[in-house]
């Protein structure tokens, strides 16, 4: 993947980020997560947002990403929606894929490879310098948790450009 293969060149950030599940741990196929939560609920979709900086040389064409999710089994902070968009300005954004109330990722540890639904593979118009993911819903059993994200893997997959 795109993460991988790139390493240290993609800045990962998120507003909620704690030392004690750093989003350093989506990098690694392992059982340590990323997890935005540390006894204060993130409250609405500006706390579940993990962007991904490619730099200003490189640009992204996305074709699909991987997500594998956390410890807590099926009531647990697991992703049921959110989007993929990316961005050459960090403020304007384009959708690449929307998942509602997807079910693939739903207990522990599940993973799963999602196509872009939304995005045009091979354009032009799908050259991005950041990519970000964003949740707007868990399906934990309670409501006040749909912000979380509890993810242990993240990866990007499609083409790397170049810029001269």
Same mark, same amino acid.
């Given at each position: 993947g795109l993460i991988s293969f790139l390493g240290d060149a993609v800045t990962i950030s998120s507003i909620k980020n704690y030392s004690d599940f750093p989003l350093s741990n989506l990098r690694k196929y392992n059982n340590n997560r990323f997890y935005n939560f540390n006894n204060i609920d993130p409250v609405s979709e500006s706390d579940s947002i993990?962007?991904? $900086?490619?730099? *200003?040389?490189? !640009?992204? +064409?996305?074709?699909?990403?991987? =997500?594998?999710?956390?410890?807590?089994?099926?009531?647990?902070?697991?992703?049921?929606?959110?989007?993929?968009?990316?961005?050459? $300005?960090?403020? *304007?954004?384009? !959708?690449? +894929?929307?998942?509602?109330?997807? =079910?693939?990722?739903?207990?522990?540890?599940?993973?799963?490879h999602f196509i872009c639904q939304l995005g045009s593979y091979g354009s032009e118009n799908n050259l991005f310098r950041y990519i970000r993911y964003v949740q707007e819903g868990s399906w934990?059993?309670?409501?006040?948790?749909?912000?979380?994200?509890?993810?242990?893997?993240?990866?990007?997959?499609?083409?790397?450009?170049t810029i001269e």
């Open positions: 993990i962007k991904f $900086d490619f730099g *200003s040389n490189k !640009k992204i +064409d996305l074709f699909s990403y991987f =997500i594998r999710t956390g410890p807590d089994d099926s009531n647990g902070d697991h992703q049921k929606t959110w989007r993929i968009e990316g961005s050459n $300005d960090d403020k *304007s954004w384009t !959708k690449l +894929d929307r998942r509602w109330d997807d =079910i693939s990722l739903k207990d522990k540890f599940k993973e799963c934990s059993i309670y409501s006040n948790r749909e912000y979380i994200i509890q993810i242990t893997y993240f990866e990007l997959y499609g083409k790397v450009v």
